[in-house]
């Protein structure tokens, strides 16, 4: 499957990765990978995640890190598109992906 992401996603990213490894590098790489594993299992199994209002956009929080990825199911189901990363205190209205942050 493919995994494509949005530049917000990637800055997303980094910014967590910026974050945590200011507080703990190994904390960061476990919280690295575990979004690696959400955002492969989502690719594999796009409906895994909960429906949004905009067309096509689901939801996957996290259970062990308070983070929330948003995603795209691509035209023609080959894979996914993650719009953002974002923590799950910024998402006030589990149907709308946030776009203040």
């Not at 990978?33 to 067309?55: F, I, M, S, Y």
């Amino acid at each position: 499957m493919m995994v494509r992401f949005a530049p917000c996603a990637l800055a997303d990213l980094e910014n967590i990765q910026n974050y945590v490894m200011q507080r703990s590098p190994q904390g960061a790489e476990r919280v690295r990978r575990a979004l690696a594993k959400a955002v492969d299992g989502c690719a594999v199994n796009p409906e895994r995640g909960t429906r949004c209002d905009e067309p096509r956009l689901y939801r996957w929080p996290l259970h062990r890190y308070p983070y929330t990825i948003f995603y795209r199911q691509l035209v023609g189901g080959d894979g996914i598109e993650v719009a953002r990363i974002v923590h799950g205190a910024r998402v006030r209205k589990l149907g709308t992906m946030p776009d203040d942050v």
